[in-house]
């Protein structure tokens, strides 16, 4: 059996891992590269192999770094099944047709800079289409947690709940060859226990062959309590003291629905006034209203609360914006106002445009509250750039920029090893990836200090024999 690490290895994004025997070939997630033009070349060259020799794809969870190139591989001839869970298979449906709208727009809005004509014939540098997404989407099987799946005759699976976004999995896989059968676990994104929405990792209590995430693993995130602490400050000081508004980048699926259901807490608690806050994303919109749907994968406190949520406007003003009208006239409010829009990176969607008419503002404060990919616009502002670049202008940073980063959908580093510590035997060989090189090499070592497992961090297209 060999596994290669072609994608997520000493690099958060791009997830892809393919496990091979002589009877069978199947990937581990698909996920688009992100963060600046060196991504945009690799997704049109991300595998070594030919997706039509794929028997099946076992997908942890919806975001676009760990599902998004499904649709150009069942394109170039993967025939297979993608098996999921069931909420990841609904929340597909937005990511992935949201995903190839993105693409279609920006190009067409390239080819017409250009001078050049959008509609005329195929275009080689597509990644895909809306209808390619749609014809993916067919391919898609979704699975309860804990429900055994048999999608090859040598190959069993099981997802676990990851408690990172709604649908996520841990995917425990059992692999048969020459009479000989090895557990392999894939831990997908994991979550930081104790937060909103979704419920706690579950732990795993044997492996012969671990693969551990690591996005986190180089920090510890500030208690909840601090960080609630820290949000309600800028918000006060934003909102009532600079009379400004707040322009809050946030990924459609899991932190937009953990911060509408924190601030709702907040404001029922008396800690906020009442607010007024614009969710500026139609995908977010559609996964809010999954995440309801697919109550029975929240936890006991967030299921009681989304329940009762005909009367929140008792204490906050909550709109969905649906229309590009609708968006638009959001930047005419100068003050008293909270805008949450995608995409969480700032490089595409409607953030950027928020971000165009606020970043020159000192009364307004921008609030990132996830990870920020290597590259990417948030990185930048992050990083403390004084002028960014947005749709060919330069825009000077006046507004605050705050990160609040205990709101990460991740588990830190002591969360990781905590996990790891529910293991009652160690694996024979794990491997971590899902994290920056310094960050993944670093938890490697830290693992094989602590709990003396054999540990490594694997450079992109690493092949190993187990």
Same mark, same amino acid.
């Given at each position: 059996?060999?596994?290669?690490?072609? @994608?997520?290895?000493?690099?958060?994004?791009?997830?892809?891992?393919?496990? #091979?025997?002589? $009877?069978?070939?199947?990937?581990?997630?698909?996920?688009?590269?992100?963060? @600046?033009?060196?991504?945009?070349? +690799?997704?049109?060259?991300?595998?070594? =192999?030919?997706?039509?020799?794929?028997?099946?794809?076992?997908?942890?969870?919806?975001?676009?770094?760990?599902?998004?190139?499904?649709?150009?591989?069942?394109?170039?001839?993967?025939?297979?099944?993608?098996?999921?869970?069931?909420?990841?298979? $609904?929340?597909? !449906?937005?990511?992935?047709?949201? !995903?190839?709208?993105?693409?279609?727009?920006?190009?067409? +809005?390239?080819?017409?800079? *250009?001078?050049?004509?959008?509609?005329?014939?195929?275009?080689?540098?597509?990644?895909?289409?809306?209808?390619?997404?749609?014809?993916?989407?067919?391919?898609?099987?979704?699975?309860?947690?804990?429900?055994?799946?048999?999608?090859?005759?040598?190959?069993?699976?099981?997802?676990?709940?990851?408690?990172?976004?709604?649908?996520?999995? /841990?995917?425990?896989?059992?692999?048969?060859?020459?009479?000989?059968?090895?557990?392999?676990?894939?831990?997908?994104?994991?979550?930081?226990?104790?937060?909103?929405?979704?419920?706690?990792?579950?732990?795993?209590?044997?492996?012969?062959?671990?693969?551990?995430?690591?996005?986190?693993?180089?920090?510890?995130?500030?208690?909840?309590?601090?960080?609630? $602490? #820290?949000?309600?400050?800028?918000?006060?000081?934003?909102?009532?003291?600079?009379?400004?508004?707040?322009?809050?980048?946030? =990924?459609?699926?899991?932190?937009?629905?953990?911060?509408?259901?924190?601030?709702?807490?907040?404001?029922?608690?008396?800690?906020?006034?009442?607010?007024?806050?614009?969710?500026?994303?139609?995908?977010?919109? *559609?996964?809010?209203?999954?995440?309801?749907?697919?109550? #029975?994968?929240?936890?006991?406190?967030?299921?009681?609360?989304?329940?009762?949520?005909?009367?929140?406007?008792?204490?906050?003003?909550?709109?969905?914006?649906?229309?590009?009208?609708?968006?638009?006239?959001?930047?005419?409010?100068?003050?008293?106002?909270?805008?949450?829009?995608?995409?969480?990176?700032?490089?595409?969607?409607?953030?950027?445009?928020?971000?165009?008419?606020?970043?020159?503002?000192? #009364?307004?404060?921008?609030?990132? /509250?996830?990870?920020?990919?290597?590259?990417?616009?948030?990185?930048?502002?992050?990083?403390?750039?004084?002028?960014?670049?947005?749709?060919?202008?330069?825009?000077?940073?006046?507004?605050?920029?705050?990160? /609040?980063?205990?709101?990460?959908?991740?588990?830190?580093?002591?969360?990781?090893?905590?996990?790891?510590? @529910?293991?009652?035997?160690?694996?024979?060989?794990?491997?971590?990836?899902? @994290?920056?090189?310094?960050?993944?090499?670093?938890?490697?070592?830290?693992?094989?200090?602590?709990?003396?497992?054999?540990?490594?961090?694997?450079?992109?297209?690493?092949?190993?024999?187990?």
């Amino acid at each position: 059996m060999r596994l290669t690490f072609i @994608g997520a290895a000493q690099e958060v994004t791009g997830s892809c891992f393919l496990v #091979e025997t002589d $009877d069978v070939r199947f990937l581990v997630d698909c996920g688009m590269h992100q963060g @600046g033009r060196e991504a945009h070349e +690799r997704n049109f060259n991300a595998w070594p =192999f030919d997706p039509a020799t794929i028997d099946f794809v076992l997908l942890t969870h919806a975001h676009i770094d760990h599902s998004g190139l499904l649709p150009r591989l069942c394109a170039m001839g993967f025939k297979g099944r993608i098996h999921t869970t069931t909420a990841t298979a $609904d929340l597909l !449906s937005v990511m992935l047709l949201d !995903s190839a709208f993105i693409q279609e727009a920006e190009w067409t +809005r390239a080819q017409r800079k *250009k001078g050049g004509n959008p509609a005329g014939g195929r275009n080689p540098a597509l990644l895909y289409t809306v209808a390619q997404a749609e014809a993916a989407l067919e391919q898609v099987d979704g699975a309860t947690y804990g429900e055994a799946l048999q999608p090859h005759p040598s190959v069993r699976c099981t997802f676990r709940d990851a408690g990172h976004i709604l649908g996520s999995a /841990i995917a425990e896989v059992w692999v048969t060859e020459d009479d000989r059968t090895r557990k392999i676990v894939f831990s997908g994104d994991l979550g930081q226990p104790g937060r909103p929405i979704v419920r706690d990792p579950t732990p795993i209590a044997e492996a012969d062959v671990l693969v551990v995430e690591s996005t986190y693993a180089n920090r510890l995130h500030r208690p909840l309590s601090e960080t609630i $602490d #820290e949000l309600t400050f800028v918000i006060e000081d934003t909102l009532s003291r600079r009379q400004g508004n707040i322009i809050i980048p946030a =990924f459609a699926l899991g932190r937009t629905q953990e911060l509408l259901h924190l601030l709702l807490s907040l404001c029922k608690q008396g800690k906020l006034p009442h607010l007024q806050v614009f969710v500026d994303s139609p995908m977010a919109n *559609k996964v809010t209203e999954m995440t309801w749907k697919h109550s #029975e994968y929240l936890d006991d406190e967030s299921r009681a609360l989304l329940s009762r949520r005909s009367t929140d406007s008792r204490f906050m003003d909550l709109r969905f914006t649906r229309s590009v009208e609708e968006s638009m006239a959001l930047n005419r409010i100068k003050a008293g106002a909270i805008i949450i829009s995608a995409s969480g990176m700032c490089d595409a969607g409607r953030i950027k445009h928020h971000l165009r008419h606020h970043l020159d503002r000192p #009364e307004c404060a921008i609030v990132i /509250i996830g990870y920020q990919a290597v590259g990417t616009l948030g990185r930048r502002l992050v990083d403390g750039e004084k002028r960014v670049r947005l749709f060919g202008e330069d825009v000077r940073v006046r507004a605050g920029i705050h990160t /609040i980063g205990g709101l990460s959908a991740h588990a830190d580093q002591a969360a990781l090893l905590g996990w790891l510590k @529910g293991f009652e035997v160690a694996p024979r060989r794990t491997f971590v990836v899902h @994290g920056e090189a310094e960050t993944a090499c670093g938890f490697a070592d830290r693992v094989a200090e602590e709990l003396g497992w054999r540990v490594e961090a694997p450079a992109p297209g690493t092949r190993v024999d187990l």
